[in-house]
């Protein structure tokens, strides 16, 4: 189509630069079709991605080749009005190409002055347009628009886009009322230009209207539109109108398997994704490009699928990507999730072009793999650094217990000026909390009140949990009684209510949970449901975390991985372990903390032959193991059918050699453990003394334990002193070594332990039962009075007592620790706290439902035989977990077999 010259008057046409108006687009009222009222709220001025940005469909330049514009002889002609200097169209045309392509906008402005003098050219104007806005001046492009007496779709639909992509999307709904109210009929291009404004705000409401609009004017066998909408559908979590979508396109593009792959992943639909994946290859012969292998290798990470991302990674080199930025810094978060240190160095090694993410993904790799040293040389290799780079370098630290090294990160940040973010800050607070250093967390609580944080929510939150880990109770209930209770008062909420879960104070953490939900003010998000099932399963209160479990399920919350793995969590603790399984079966998605989830569960219930079993099926899946994993897995060689020290002492070799995982104190713990529970003592012995690196009091610690459970106490004494010289403070120590004595009766021996204890100042951490009945927790010490029905639980405890003692039951003064006569020691035997615990249960409780008692520390002998005979005389099954796992009494038996 040959370019028609306008004969109007030209300087009226177009404004100067430097007269550009400065007051954003006004409105004009709409056609009745939008509606307006929509468009007012408060733009979310956040960067949203689709899948069909990447065609840049929307773009200037795109748009202004659109018009298929050819050169005909008035092109080529040229003007003077005044008989000066000629100036050719084609030149115009070529400077602004110039101009946008090396980002120069004086040469833009220069043009924009000359072609003021010229007669309105309404392509040369689009020109402008599409040169100003390539230069990101949208302002100087609007201003040429406004000038455009006769202003097309490319003029409109080019700064439609242009507002939408510069987070200016109100000012792109406003221009494309106007255009529709000038009567301009919009084209695909501008359709796709005003679904972008609705993805970014993610508008449904309006997006649902112009999706009205498309089909009215029949664009919508447009793949280009077709895939805007799907993306933003997909945006706005409408994932059964992108596949209705996707299945009534008549064809099809790379970008649109693009849009629907991704929309599925979004809800966790893994198995979804890779079956689409499947069909775009055996359906529309297409192989995909980055885009799609990136997004896949993302949900094989987050799905810890392997094998799967091993198949995305082997159809990359076949496509050639491999060396894809995109798709190279892509495995290698894959391979962090899911492969080894080793796949991930090689990968780095041969890439061709390294960006900022690529070094940054390193150093959270290294970090992931627990390798802090290489982690720290990748950033001092890094040719430049963000504040991302420094951002993974501190979180890291803070993974890797590093308290100390990430403050002095921290601190350096500050010097050289880095821009310190929310994500910096939380992640200081939460390495000052690893440190529970009460001065220093007081210090970095000075310097973010300083510098003006301090009312930010997320950071306000992040303070008192520090406050709460470092032991500042006092301060954190200051902060929570100053918080405003709004509806930014979640999250403080949330925090203090882990912040009394985790000082012991577990009734004011339910009590704060019911008054919150009861006046509205807590929204249990999904962070929030996390936070509150651990509390549940951490108190043993499994009403409540069934309540959570049905807010999650209706509000949709169970696809989010984190709220799902608490659930599970939840349910085994508290006594449940048939409804984890279920849930974990039901699960859209696993990661590795799904399974380790699942394996502790089947530990705490003791059942180390159910726990291989799940191993067996991580191995054939292809799950990738971490160092928790391997510490699950060890320790249920303890509490298997028969002994398989075997196999354990195979597996603990195949860390290193097969899943290049360098085993910690942890490990070496937790197999000491297993050969001290089947007897082998002196081998356990023998192992720690040949350890690659000096073993921390943990590793004697679980000897000593065994030689508790043994009553060696030969070897107990030898351990006792080494551990004693390693922790001469941790009274938890002394209160091991005199077990060991006075279970073997050697009461002096314990005697002199504890005097040696009082000496030095030491405290034991009290033994704590409690019962929960009716939604209250209701806690029991040694002997303790202060419950309001004491009378009647002291009576019902003399006569279960007496029902007992007329059973069989004797009681087993060897667990008393004190040198007293034998009627007193039955007298501190009589009054346990699991003792009372169990008797106000059954006084509470419906006949022939159980007892659940919960214990902060190791159920004691006698209490376990005592509980043994109340199952008998009783007839009812009492359920208990202390800090070894849990015991099921019933008609006279434990679950644990009377070997814990």
Same mark, same amino acid.
């Given at each position: 189509?040959?370019?028609?010259?306008?004969?109007?008057?030209?300087?009226?046409?177009?404004?100067?630069?430097?007269?550009?108006?400065?007051?954003?687009?006004?409105?004009?009222?709409?056609?009745?079709?939008?509606?307006?009222?929509?468009?007012?709220r408060?733009?979310?001025?956040?960067?949203h991605?689709?899948?069909?940005?990447?065609?840049?469909?929307?773009?200037?330049?795109?748009?202004?080749?659109?018009?298929?514009?050819?050169?005909s002889?008035?092109?080529?002609?040229?003007?003077s009005?005044?008989?000066?200097?000629k100036?050719?169209?084609?030149?115009?045309?070529?400077?602004?190409?110039?101009?946008?392509?090396?980002?120069?906008?004086?040469?833009?402005?220069?043009?924009?002055?000359?072609?003021?003098?010229?007669?309105?050219?309404?392509?040369?104007?689009?020109?402008?347009?599409?040169?100003?806005?390539?230069?990101?001046?949208?302002?100087?492009a609007?201003?040429?628009?406004?000038?455009?007496?006769?202003?097309?779709?490319?003029?409109?639909?080019?700064?439609?886009?242009?507002?939408?992509?510069?987070?200016?999307?109100?000012?792109a709904?406003?221009?494309?009322?106007?255009?529709?109210?000038?009567?301009?009929?919009?084209?695909?291009?501008?359709?796709?230009?005003?679904?972008?404004?609705?993805?970014?705000?993610?508008?449904?409401?309006?997006?649902?209207?112009?999706?009205?609009?498309?089909?009215?004017?029949?664009?919508?066998?447009?793949?280009?539109?077709?895939?805007?909408?799907m993306?933003?559908?997909?945006?706005?979590?409408?994932?059964?109108?992108?596949?209705?979508?996707?299945?009534?396109?008549?064809?099809?593009?790379?970008?649109?398997?693009?849009?629907?792959?991704?929309?599925?992943?979004?809800?966790?639909?893994?198995?979804?994704?890779?079956?689409?994946?499947?069909?775009?290859?055996?359906?529309?012969?297409?192989?995909?490009?980055?885009?799609?292998?990136?997004?896949l290798?993302?949900?094989?990470?987050?799905?810890?699928?392997?094998?799967?991302?091993?198949?995305?990674?082997?159809?990359?080199?076949?496509?050639?990507l491999?060396?894809?930025?995109?798709?190279?810094?892509?495995?290698?978060?894959?391979?962090?999730?899911?492969?080894?240190?080793?796949?991930?160095?090689?990968?780095?090694?041969?890439?061709?072009?390294?960006?900022?993410?690529?070094? &940054?993904? *390193? !150093?959270?790799? +290294?970090?992931?793999? =627990?390798?802090?040293?290489? @982690?720290?040389?990748? /950033?001092?290799?890094?040719?430049?650094?963000n504040?991302f780079?420094?951002?993974?370098?501190?979180?890291?630290?803070?993974?890797?217990?590093?308290?100390?090294?990430?403050?002095?990160?921290?601190?350096s940040?500050?010097?050289?000026?880095?821009?310190?973010?929310?994500?910096?800050?939380?992640?200081?607070?939460?390495?000052?909390?690893?440190?529970?250093?009460?001065?220093?967390?007081?210090?970095?609580?000075?310097?973010?009140?300083?510098?003006?944080?301090?009312?930010?929510?997320?950071?306000?939150?992040?303070?008192?949990?520090?406050?709460?880990?470092c032991?500042?109770?006092?301060?954190?209930?200051?902060?929570?009684?100053?918080?405003?209770?709004?509806e930014?008062?979640?999250?403080?909420? &949330?925090? *203090? !209510?882990?912040? +009394?879960?985790?000082n =012991?104070?577990?009734?004011? @953490?339910?009590?704060? /949970?019911?008054?919150?939900?009861?006046?509205?003010?807590?929204?249990?998000?999904?962070?929030?449901?996390?936070?509150v099932?651990?509390?549940?399963?951490?108190?043993?209160?499994?009403?409540?975390?069934?309540?959570?479990?049905?807010?999650?399920?209706?509000?949709?919350?169970?696809?989010?991985?984190?709220?799902g793995?608490?659930i599970?969590?939840?349910?085994?603790?508290?006594?449940?372990?048939?409804?984890?399984?279920?849930?974990?079966?039901?699960?859209?998605?696993?990661?590795?903390?799904?399974?380790?989830?699942?394996?502790?569960?089947?530990l705490?219930?003791?059942?180390?032959?159910?726990?291989l079993?799940?191993?067996?099926?991580?191995?054939?899946?292809?799950?990738?193991?971490?160092?928790?994993?391997?510490?699950?897995?060890?320790?249920?060689?303890?509490?298997?059918?028969?002994?398989?020290?075997?196999?354990?002492?195979?597996?603990?070799?195949?860390?290193?050699?097969?899943?290049?995982?360098?085993?910690?104190s942890?490990?070496?713990?937790?197999?000491?453990?297993?050969?001290?529970?089947w007897?082998?003592?002196?081998?356990?012995?023998?192992?720690?003394?040949?350890?690659?690196?000096?073993?921390?009091?943990?590793?004697w610690?679980?000897?000593?334990?065994?030689?508790?459970?043994?009553?060696?106490?030969?070897?107990?004494?030898?351990?006792?002193?080494?551990?004693?010289?390693?922790?001469?403070?941790?009274?938890?120590?002394?209160?091991?070594?005199?077990?060991?004595?006075?279970?073997?009766?050697?009461?002096?021996?314990?005697?002199?332990?504890?005097?040696?204890?009082?000496?030095?100042?030491?405290?034991?951490?009290?033994?704590?039962?409690?019962?929960?009945?009716?939604?209250?927790?209701h806690?029991?010490?040694?002997?303790?009075?202060?419950?309001?029905?004491?009378?009647?639980?002291?009576?019902?405890?003399?006569?279960?007592?007496l029902?007992?003692?007329?059973?069989?039951?004797?009681?087993?003064?060897s667990?008393?620790?004190?040198?007293v006569?034998?009627?007193?020691?039955k007298?501190f035997?009589?009054?346990?706290?699991?003792?009372?615990?169990?008797?106000?249960g059954?006084?509470?409780?419906?006949?022939?439902?159980?007892?659940?008692?919960?214990?902060?520390?190791?159920?004691?002998?006698?209490?376990?035989?005592?509980?043994?005979?109340?199952?008998?005389?009783?007839?009812?099954?009492?359920?208990?977990?202390?800090?070894?796992?849990?015991?099921?009494?019933?008609?006279?038996?434990?679950?644990?077999?009377?070997?814990?």
């Open positions: 189509m040959a370019a028609v010259l306008s004969s109007s008057p030209p300087h009226h046409l177009f404004f100067h630069f430097s007269s550009m108006p400065k007051t954003p687009l006004q409105p004009t009222s709409p056609p009745p079709f939008l509606s307006l009222s929509l468009f007012k408060k733009p979310y001025y956040q960067l991605f689709s899948a069909y940005s990447a065609q840049s469909l929307s773009s200037p330049q795109f748009l202004f080749a659109s018009e298929s514009y050819t050169h002889s008035s092109s080529s002609s040229s003007y009005p005044n008989g000066g200097e100036f050719s169209i084609d030149g115009l045309f070529d400077l602004l190409r110039l101009s946008a392509r090396y980002g120069d906008s004086q040469l833009a402005k220069a043009v924009h002055s000359r072609i003021l003098k010229l007669e309105e050219h309404t392509y040369l104007g689009n020109a402008l347009i599409a040169a100003y806005l390539k230069l990101g001046l949208v302002s100087d609007y201003s040429v628009l406004v000038g455009l007496s006769c202003p097309n779709v490319v003029s409109y639909t080019a700064l439609i886009s242009g507002f939408s992509k510069s987070s200016r999307e109100d000012e709904v406003e221009l494309f009322f106007r255009m529709r109210e000038s009567g301009i009929e919009p084209n695909e291009y501008s359709f796709v230009a005003i679904l972008t404004a609705c993805i970014r705000r993610l508008e449904l409401q309006l997006g649902l209207q112009v999706h009205a609009m498309v089909t009215k004017v029949g664009h919508l066998n447009s793949v280009f539109v077709s895939n805007a909408l993306g933003m559908y997909g945006k706005c979590g409408c994932l059964d109108f992108v596949l209705k979508l996707f299945g009534e396109m008549p064809h099809r593009d790379t970008t649109s398997w693009n849009t629907v792959i991704s929309s599925v992943l979004k809800e966790c639909m893994h198995d979804k994704a890779f079956k689409l994946f499947g069909d775009m290859k055996g359906n529309d012969g297409l192989t995909g490009d980055n885009f799609t292998l990136s997004i290798l993302t949900a094989c990470s987050d799905s810890a699928s392997f094998m799967k991302g091993q198949e995305v990674h082997a159809h990359a080199i076949k496509m050639g491999e060396a894809n930025l995109s798709v190279s810094n892509a495995l290698i978060g894959f391979y962090t999730e899911c492969g080894s240190v080793k796949d991930v160095a090689a990968l780095f090694e041969m890439m061709p072009i390294r960006d900022i993410i690529t070094w &940054t993904e *390193m !150093i959270t790799a +290294y970090m992931d793999f =627990g390798l802090v040293e290489l @982690a720290e040389e990748i /950033f001092d290799e890094m040719p430049e650094r504040y780079s420094y951002n993974a370098l501190l979180a890291g630290l803070c993974r890797n217990g590093k308290g100390t090294r990430a403050l002095e990160l921290f601190v940040m500050v010097k050289d000026g880095v821009q310190l973010t929310e994500f910096t800050l939380t992640s200081v607070l939460n390495g000052c909390g690893l440190l529970m250093d009460c001065k220093t967390s007081e210090q970095i609580h000075g310097f973010i009140l300083k510098i003006g944080f301090g009312s930010n929510a997320c950071i306000e939150a992040a303070l008192l949990d520090m406050c709460t880990r032991g500042r109770m006092a301060d954190a209930k200051k902060m929570f009684s100053r918080w405003p209770f709004d930014d008062s979640s999250m403080i909420r &949330t925090s *203090m !209510i882990c912040g +009394y879960a985790r =012991g104070q577990p009734d004011e @953490a339910i009590s704060l /949970f019911n008054i919150s939900q009861s006046e509205g003010t807590m929204v249990v998000d999904e962070i929030a449901s996390t936070s099932l651990g509390l549940c399963g951490s108190v043993g209160c499994q009403d409540m975390g069934k309540q959570i479990h049905c807010y999650a399920l209706k509000s949709g919350f169970l696809s989010d991985l984190r709220v793995n608490a599970v969590s939840m349910y085994y603790k508290c006594w449940n372990m048939d409804d984890a399984i279920k849930i974990f079966n039901n699960m859209p998605s696993h990661d590795t903390v799904s399974w380790n989830g699942l394996l502790a569960g089947y705490l219930h003791r059942q180390g032959d159910e726990a079993a799940i191993w067996s099926k991580m191995k054939k899946i292809g799950i990738k193991p971490d160092k928790v994993t391997f510490v699950l897995i060890i320790s249920a060689y303890r509490t298997t059918s028969s002994n398989l020290v075997d196999d354990c002492r195979i597996l603990f070799l195949s860390m290193k050699n097969i899943y290049e995982i360098e085993p910690t942890e490990h070496y713990a937790s197999f000491v453990g297993v050969l001290g529970y007897g082998l003592l002196e081998e356990a012995e023998e192992m720690i003394s040949k350890m690659p690196f000096e073993p921390k009091a943990s590793v610690r679980a000897l000593l334990d065994s030689c508790r459970i043994h009553l060696n106490t030969t070897i107990g004494r030898r351990v006792a002193k080494r551990i004693l010289a390693m922790e001469p403070n941790d009274p938890s120590t002394y209160i091991l070594v005199s077990n060991l004595y006075s279970a073997s009766g050697r009461w002096h021996w314990s005697e002199l332990v504890r005097e040696d204890m009082r000496e030095r100042g030491f405290q034991k951490h009290p033994g704590r039962s409690w019962i929960i009945c009716q939604n209250k927790i806690s029991f010490y040694a002997r303790d009075k202060s419950h309001p029905q004491v009378k009647d639980i002291y009576s019902g405890l003399e006569i279960l007592i029902e007992c003692l007329k059973a069989g039951y004797v009681p087993d003064t667990f008393v620790l004190h040198e006569e034998e009627h007193q020691k007298d035997l009589f009054y346990h706290s699991a003792k009372l615990a169990a008797t106000y059954l006084l509470m409780t419906r006949p022939g439902k159980p007892i659940r008692i919960m214990k902060n520390i190791i159920l004691c002998g006698d209490c376990h035989t005592f509980l043994k005979y109340v199952s008998i005389i009783t007839k009812r099954e009492i359920l208990l977990r202390d800090s070894s796992g849990f015991h099921c009494f019933s008609r006279g038996h434990c679950s644990c077999k009377d070997y814990w």
